[in-house]
Nanobody, 120 residues
Framework: VQLVESGGGLVQPGGSLRLSCVGT????????MKWFRQRPGKERELVAR????????AYVPAVKGRFTIDRDDAENTVFLQMNSLNTEDTAVYYC??????????????WGQGTQVTVSS
């Protein structure tokens, strides 16, 4: 199983970026997909999540209204559209695939991360 993020980079405050995460080797559509981030000197934190099927999305308050998570199961890809970026959004962003199955338990996969830097 592999999750590969892309789309990070350097952007000015107020700008936008769109992160992508492509999954291979897993039944992508059956997984809840999440974006986490780790800001400098901080612990990794959940940013957004989208359930299998795409009908339910959730965001942490710090990004609600600015970030949008979406998925394309035909392309095994999850996206994070980030608008109105500010310096507090500077972090390494990680893609996570999570599935809980009865009798099997929880399965968790992580990408390698992509750096997002917001700076003027």
């Amino acid at each position: 199983v592999q999750l590969v993020e892309s789309g990070g980079g350097l952007v000015q405050p107020g700008g936008s970026l769109r992160l992508s995460c492509v999954g291979t080797g897993l039944a992508f559509s059956l997984y809840e997909m999440k974006w986490f981030r780790q800001r400098p000197g901080k612990e990794r934190e959940l940013v957004a999540r989208i359930k299998s099927g795409g009908g339910i999305r959730a965001y942490v308050p710090a990004v609600k209204g600015r970030f949008t998570i979406d998925r394309d199961d035909a392309e095994n890809t999850v996206f994070l559209q980030m608008n109105s970026l500010n310096t507090e959004d500077t972090a390494v962003y990680y893609c996570n695939a999570n599935r809980v199955q009865e009798l099997i338990g929880e399965t968790d996969y992580w990408g390698q991360g992509t750096q997002v830097t917001v700076s003027s």
